[in-house]
């Protein structure tokens, strides 16, 4: 059996993960296609018409540590079969949600962190050594990596510990030609955003279509490049993050958001 290259991504059914796939599923044999829904992912295979034979869907739920070696396992094996090398690692798993810190209970941030943060290193961990030079290694943070956020707090706090990883990972790869790429869009128009809070219609600034972010970020990956930030505003807004002062940022932000985290009065 000949060396089977391979594309592994998470968070592969939803809008971002979906339109990243399509972007990268002609340059592999296989794509490995992880979610927590199995139908979705099926689904997935089947909206891929010529390519859907390379999409092999894995139902796991990344929150569960001990899932992981489901991947271990399955690399292992390719291995012992003439081979795998993995050409892209793309960690995309994630969702988050408005609201106060003290209304997140102990089972959601564990879950939280585990599968934006626990999930996220393992796997890149898992599947460094089947890696090559040229290969690359995506990981989404979010422009909510690069200042504390009240009101999604836990979210923010979690892609940043994704930017900050990613951004060492690169320099600890350096030599060995994985190139390493941090993803740090703002707003993205999916089904994990909601158009309501409290009984008030949310704006969104700024607001990308998931299309259009994974193009930016997939032609980053491909030149190499740090972070992928999709657009011009964006950007501004993340320059602004890190170099104002960061009380008068988190203020600006708070008087933003408050208003649709505090219910309506009657």
């Given at each position: 059996?000949?060396?089977?290259?391979?594309?592994?991504?998470?968070?592969?059914?939803?809008?971002?993960?979906k339109e990243i796939v399509k972007r990268?599923?002609?340059?592999?044999?296989?794509?490995?296609?992880?979610?927590r829904n199995l139908s979705k992912l099926?689904?997935?295979?089947?909206?891929?018409?010529?390519?859907?034979?390379?999409?092999?869907?894995?139902?796991?739920?990344?929150?569960?540590?001990?899932?992981?070696?489901?991947?271990?396992?399955?690399?292992?094996?390719?291995?012992?079969?003439?081979?795998?090398?993995?050409?892209?690692?793309?960690?995309?798993?994630?969702?988050?949600?408005?609201?106060?810190?003290?209304?997140?209970?102990?089972?959601?941030?564990?879950?939280?962190?585990?599968?934006?943060?626990?999930?996220?290193?393992?796997?890149?961990?898992?599947?460094?050594?089947?890696?090559?030079?040229?290969?690359?290694?995506?990981?989404?943070?979010?422009?909510?990596?690069?200042?504390?956020?009240?009101?999604?707090?836990?979210?923010?706090?979690?892609?940043?510990?994704?930017?900050?990883?990613t951004q060492a990972l690169r320099r600890?790869?350096?030599?060995?030609?994985?190139?390493?790429?941090?993803?740090?869009?703002?707003?993205?128009?999916?089904?994990?955003?909601?158009?309501?809070?409290?009984?008030?219609?949310?704006?969104?600034?700024?607001?990308?279509?998931?299309?259009?972010?994974?193009?930016?970020?997939?032609?980053?990956?491909?030149?190499?490049?740090?972070?992928?930030?999709?657009?011009?505003?964006?950007?501004?807004?993340?320059?602004?993050?890190?170099?104002?002062?960061?009380?008068?940022?988190?203020?600006?932000?708070?008087?933003?958001?408050?208003?649709?985290?505090?219910?309506?009065?009657?």
């Amino acid at each position: 059996m000949a060396m089977k290259k391979i594309a592994v991504v998470t968070g592969a059914s939803g809008g971002l993960g979906k339109e990243i796939v399509k972007r990268i599923i002609d340059g592999v044999d296989e794509l490995w296609a992880i979610g927590r829904n199995l139908s979705k992912l099926e689904s997935l295979k089947a909206e891929f018409a010529e390519h859907g034979a390379k999409i092999v869907p894995i139902a796991m739920d990344l929150s569960d540590t001990n899932s992981y070696s489901a991947i271990a396992s399955k690399l292992d094996g390719y291995s012992k079969n003439g081979g795998v090398q993995i050409r892209w690692l793309v960690n995309n798993a994630g969702a988050g949600r408005f609201g106060p810190s003290a209304e997140f209970s102990t089972a959601e941030i564990s879950s939280s962190v585990a599968c934006h943060c626990i999930a996220m290193a393992s796997i890149c961990n898992i599947c460094i050594p089947y890696m090559k030079r040229g290969d690359i290694i995506m990981n989404v943070a979010s422009q909510s990596a690069f200042l504390p956020l009240p009101y999604i707090n836990l979210y923010a706090s979690t892609k940043a510990f994704v930017y900050s990883y990613t951004q060492a990972l690169r320099r600890e790869l350096k030599s060995s030609g994985i190139q390493v790429t941090a993803v740090c869009p703002g707003w993205i128009k999916t089904n994990l955003i909601v158009d309501t809070l409290n009984g008030k219609k949310v704006k969104y600034p700024l607001i990308d279509n998931a299309e259009h972010v994974a193009k930016k970020a997939v032609q980053a990956a491909r030149k190499g490049k740090a972070l992928s930030i999709n657009t011009l505003g964006v950007k501004v807004v993340t320059w602004i993050q890190r170099h104002f002062p960061q009380q008068v940022a988190i203020s600006a932000w708070t008087a933003m958001i408050k208003k649709y985290v505090e219910p309506t009065q009657e």
